[in-house]
């Protein structure tokens, strides 16, 4: 099966926006072009500006539709088991990790108990980032391609999923613009997946970090609060 990761989403908006921008261009330069020539047809200026204007509410709406998408308790909310959650991700994922020839280890706590939030949008955060590991492991030698995933509850009442890769790890300018949209370091990226990762996670009231991993690649943590009578209990 074919999943569609933050990446490809974005990218999805990204010709979406490229489209009306590029017409409203193409018609500032339409009448660049008449007046350049002392061509003061008024009517034809204002059917190009109508549809200036008609192409600049058109990329509004995207935008419009995309921070609806993200909003801060926009999102439909039921109980997660975090576990079931990365066992369905990594389903989703299992010709791209054979593709790459990417080893898992999971060690997720057996009961931890579930989460209050949105499944779509925090499977998103998790294909995005095993995405990230596994896109980071492409230099690594195979026999090290390994994708570490675990679960723990902690003290502070967070359910975490930490996601570990043996990739390069990050340069300390990587590190501090990780979470600035459009930043990539690869050929084809977007660097849209983080930023939107961090949208979706704080909207769960929850905190999304990476760091350098002792190994040498990089770990990813996403902590989402505990429902408070479960985190009580755990
Ligand atoms: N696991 C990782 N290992 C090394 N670098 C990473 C990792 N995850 C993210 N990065 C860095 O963060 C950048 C931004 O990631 P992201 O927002 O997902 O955008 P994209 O994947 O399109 O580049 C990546 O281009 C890469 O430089
Ligand atoms: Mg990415």
């Not at 690594?140 to 570490?148: C, D, I, Q």
């Amino acid at each position: 099966m074919r999943v569609a990761t933050i990446g490809e989403l974005s990218g999805g908006i990204a010709h979406e926006l490229g489209q009306p921008l590029a017409a409203i261009l193409a018609n500032a330069q339409a009448a660049q072009a008449l007046l350049a020539h002392k061509n003061h047809d008024m009517e034809a200026i204002g059917e190009i500006l109508e549809e200036i204007v008609q192409e600049d509410s058109r990329a509004g709406q995207v935008i419009h539709r995309l921070r609806r998408l993200l909003r801060k308790g926009e999102h439909q909310s039921a109980l997660v088991s975090l576990n079931d959650l990365i066992m369905s991700t990594l389903r989703l994922l299992h010709s791209e990790l054979g593709n790459r020839k990417v080893r898992v280890e999971t060690e997720l706590k057996i009961d931890l108990p579930p989460i209050s939030g949105d499944s779509v949008q925090l499977q998103q955060v998790l294909l995005n980032l095993m995405m990230n590991a596994m896109e980071a492991m492409a230099s690594t030698p195979p026999s090290r391609r390994t994708l570490s995933i675990c679960t723990r509850t902690t003290e502070e009442g967070y359910a975490e999923v930490s996601i570990t890769d043996c990739g390069p790890g990050m340069s300390p300018d990587e590190l501090g613009r990780l979470f600035e949209p459009f930043f990539t370091t690869k050929e084809r990226g977007l660097g849209l997946g983080l930023s939107i990762c961090s949208t979706i996670v704080r909207s769960h009231r929850g905190r999304l970090n990476l760091s350098n991993a002792s190994g040498g690649g990089v770990t990813a943590i996403v902590s989402v609060p505990l429902p408070l009578h479960l985190a009580a209990a755990s």
